[in-house]
Structures are given as C-alpha cells and as structure tokens.
C-alpha cells in the first residue's frame, strides 16, 4: 500500500485559516485517490456493533497505519529533509473518507478474496463456510497544518512554571509557619524570663508566647516582633519593701549591723 506525503509548505490557494485552528494544505489528486486504510465489517448486523451509511469519516494527528505494519502510509519531511512516519510533533492532522468498495471473503491464514475468488473456492469445497464481509477503503480528503508542537512546548512550559510556583508557595508557607513558631517561643521565653521564672516548661513558654503574639498582633492581626512583647519596665511585678530597723530604731544602725556580719 502506498503512502502520502505531506508537504506543509504547500498551502491551498484562496483558503483562509490560522495555525491555531489550521491552514489547509494543498493535496495532488495522486495523493487524494491514494488508498492509506482498509476496514472490514460484516455483512451480518448482528455481529457488527457498527455499519457506516456512505461515507465512513475519521481524523486523525498521525500515521494511520497498524503498529504491525511494514511501511507507513501517511508521511511528512523530518528534520533532515526526508519523508518520515507522521507524528503528532509535526502538527498536522488529516481527515480520511471511507467508502463501500465491495464484499470481500475472509478465512483465516488467507488473504481477502474477491466474491468471483469465495465462488470459485465454494465450488472446490462445497462443505466450507466463508464468512463475508465489507471492504471500506480510505482516502486522505484534507489535511491542516498547526502550531500543535509550539503550543505543546508552551503548554508544558506554563505548567512547569505553577509547579515551581507551587513549590515556591508551599516552601514560603512552610517557613512562615516555622519563623512564627521561633517567635512565638522566644517571645514566651522572654516572657517567663521577665516574670521570673527562669526554668519554665515547654508548655508554659508555648502558652506564654502565643498570648505575647496574640497581645501584640492586636486588630491587624499582624505580628510586631517579639521584641516589642517584652513586658515594660513599669509594667513589671515589684516586690515589697520591708524596712529593717536596729535595736536603737533607726535605718543606718541595721544597715551597719548588716555590714558587719557580711
């Protein structure tokens, strides 16, 4: 079965389009009358989940020929010139007409038979079955040309940029968390250092610094710095003054007294 070659140079004449929703090609009639796909159905209904009624219409973005196949059947220049199997990176996609040819015979290990063929083979062993079947054979109608491949590479362009900005996002997320943890504790640890307890738990400076943060984020809810939790000088408890006298009764003699046995 021969092959199509499609040229993307070759643009239709008086056709307008675009490479995003593609530019028509122009196609030789050699090209246009080249059978690029046979199908079989059969002529019994029920065994067919599918019967076309006339024309069998299918697009397709790359070679249409079985994987077991030994040549393709639709080609395009690749990059060092030559025609090469269609693919997807080209950015072509062709539509194919089907069309009713015949009824053909079909056993297995032969080949199709032509109905003049399964008549002649009947005659020889009358006690065979050949089961029949449709023979639809499809040609290259039109053929597009697309920025398919470049808006692929932008394609994975952009979404390789939202998943860096992903990771960015949750590797900013992950160290505010962290960074508002360490104020928090420091700002508990401060707290409990100006309270005067200079060995407090884990617990007590967790729970001090989330009041020190809440204090000090207010209505904006945005955090000031641990620094500005430390509690105010005049804010801070004092303890009581006890005078202490001397046996005459007077403050100099018991601080001398205390002098003395120091």
Excluded at 77 to 86: A, H, V
Excluded at 96 to 123: A, F, N, W
Excluded at 188 to 193: D, I, K, V, Y
Excluded at 232 to 245: K, Y
Aim: aromatic share 8%; charged share 25%; glycine share 10%.
């Amino acid at each position: 079965m021969n092959g199509v070659v499609f040229d993307p140079l070759k643009e239709k004449e008086g056709v307008a389009g675009n490479m995003d929703d593609g530019v028509e090609l122009e196609l030789t009639p050699a090209q246009m009358d080249t059978v690029v796909l046979t199908k079989y159905t059969s002529t019994i209904r029920q065994r067919a989940d599918f019967q076309p009624d006339g024309i069998w219409w299918e697009q397709f973005v790359a070679d249409v020929a079985p994987s077991r196949a030994r040549k393709p059947r639709i080609l395009a220049p690749g990059i060092s010139g030559e025609p090469e199997k269609l693919t997807v990176d080209h950015g072509i996609y062709f539509d194919i007409h089907g069309t009713l040819s015949g009824q053909v015979g079909i056993m297995p290990g032969r080949p199709p038979m032509s109905e003049m063929e399964v008549e002649d083979y009947l005659d020889s062993n009358p006690d065979e079955q050949v089961q029949m079947f449709n023979k639809w054979e499809f040609r290259v109608v039109r053929a597009f040309k697309t920025c398919g491949p470049q808006a692929r590479i932008d394609f994975l362009k952009g979404e390789d940029q939202k998943r860096k900005q992903a990771q960015t996002e949750m590797y900013d997320s992950f160290t505010g968390m962290f960074q508002n943890m360490m104020t928090m504790m420091a700002s508990g640890q401060l707290a409990q250092n100006a309270a005067g307890n200079t060995s407090p738990s884990a617990q007590s400076v967790f729970d001090a610094g989330a009041k020190a943060v809440a204090a000090q984020q207010g209505d904006s809810g945005e955090f000031r710095g641990y620094d500005d939790a430390l509690p105010d000088a005049d804010a801070l408890p004092t303890g009581e003054v006890i005078e202490v006298l001397d046996d005459t009764g007077t403050q100099e003699g018991a601080e001398e007294e205390v002098l003395q046995r120091r």
